[in-house]
């Protein structure tokens, strides 16, 4: 079913209030920086083939989508950095409508897709997931840091994803954060609407030279008579 007039009101004030909540942002960023580090280490040879956007138009699951064009997965997350949060909150929507109907429209379009839903509680009973939705949804705790350095020191996954992606095995903590907000950095620095890691790589290489140890490599241009070869 196509969107209704309703519908896109309602996604139009979602998306607004989504970029004005500075809370949110901070708890997406840092979450996008752990992707970003995360799908790094995945496609080293292949950043050019995954893309990331943020705060999505016309979507209910719209925080990030993650686009592997390798494989023409696309990956929706919604982050609720929010107390007592439930599948059911909300009058006249909820995070479980707003999922099921994301699911039915990417299912609408043919699309190879995820939806993720991204939660800073560890006690949240949206760690479970209703069975209507499970076919396409998971849930994952992620939690709310006052910084990067906090993040590092207290959120092993998080350290672990920079770690993979440094060239030294053994790095400090300090150099970890700094890895960190230089990957934070360049993912403030774009319009987040389909960008490449690839170019986040690029931004990372040619604003740390010097101080950010990364796996990370600029953009190798061929010519078009290598191509023919």
């Known amino acids: ?8 009101k309602y996604l139009k004030n979602k998306h607004k209030g989504g970029k004005n909540n500075n809370k949110g942002a901070t708890y997406e960023n840092y979450y996008a920086t752990y992707l970003i580090a ?14 990331l956007s943020s705060q999505l138009e016309n979507a209910f699951v719209d925080d990030l989508l993650v686009n592997e064009t390798s494989t023409l997965l696309r990956t929706y997350h919604q982050l609720k950095d929010v107390a007592r949060l439930t599948w ?32 800073s ?11 209507n939705l499970s076919p396409f949804t998971t849930s994952e705790y ?6 990067i350095n906090q993040l590092i020191l207290s959120y092993p996954p998080f350290k672990d994803a920079i770690k993979q992606i440094m060239v030294q095995q053994e790095v400090p903590d300090d150099e970890l ?5 230089a990957i934070l950095g360049a993912w403030n620095s774009v319009n987040q609407n389909n960008v490449s890691l690839q170019k986040i790589s690029d931004i990372v290489y040619s604003k740390g030279k010097g101080y950010v ?16 070869y």
């Not at 995360?38 to 496609?43: L, R, V």
């Not at 509680?121 to 069975?131: A, E, M, R």
């Not at 490599?217 to 008579?225: A, G, L, M």
């Open 177 to 181: 954060s700094g890895a960190a907000s």
């Open 88 to 119: 059911r909150t909300g009058k006249g929507c909820s995070l479980e409508t707003d999922f099921k109907r994301q699911m039915e429209i990417s299912n609408e379009k043919g699309e190879n897709f995820k939806l993720k839903l991204i939660y």
């Open 1 to 8: 079913m196509p969107i209704t007039t309703k519908e896109r």
């Open 38 to 51: 995360s799908f790094t280490h995945k496609y080293m040879t292949q950043m050019e083939s995954v893309f």
């Open 213 to 228: 140890n990364i796996k990370t490599y600029p953009t190798v241009v061929v010519s078009d008579k290598c191509k023919k």
């Open 121 to 131: 509680k560890t006690d949240s009973p949206v760690s479970s997931v209703p069975n």
């Open 142 to 147: 992620f939690p709310a840091s006052h910084s």
